[in-house]
């Protein structure tokens, strides 16, 4: 899994959109006002600028961090990635909005956790690949 720095990096792809791709949610995020309580199939929205589609909406996706409330306060560009990472089961980062969350939760910025044994149907994940 990405962590938490990773993940965000990857949804602004360059950019300080509102939205993994735009600042209109409707272009590329499945949310409360378009997916009709469901998830939606991938790639049916327009793609953040480094080809990568869904990062805003249809499910949330869990982070390799352990939930910490503070871990981004103060944070710049320049910061290095603050991973969180304890060594327990404790709770767990998950990013990106849902389909049936409003717009506010969507938003590349927005952060929330859970714990990690959770099963719902709108939390997936997002692997990462690193280059050998």
């Not at 805003?56 to 939930?67: H, K, M, P, T």
């Not at 709770?91 to 389909?99: I, Q």
């Amino acid at each position: 899994l990405p962590t938490e720095a990773e993940w965000e990096y990857a949804a602004k792809a360059g950019t300080e959109l509102i939205y993994a791709g735009s600042d209109n949610i409707d272009e590329v995020a499945w949310y409360d006002d378009n997916a009709g309580e469901q998830t939606i199939t991938v790639a049916q929205l327009m793609p953040n600028t480094w080809g990568l589609y869904d990062m805003s909406g249809n499910v949330f996706e869990w982070c390799s961090d352990q939930w910490n409330d503070s871990a981004y306060q103060g944070r710049t560009n320049n910061t290095i990635d603050p991973h969180e990472w304890m060594g327990s089961a404790s709770s767990r980062v998950f990013r990106g909005g849902y389909w049936d969350d409003d717009s506010d939760l969507c938003r590349v910025a927005f952060r929330n956790w859970d714990d990690p044994d959770v099963r719902r149907g709108d939390l997936g994940l997002r692997l990462l690949r690193c280059e050998p």
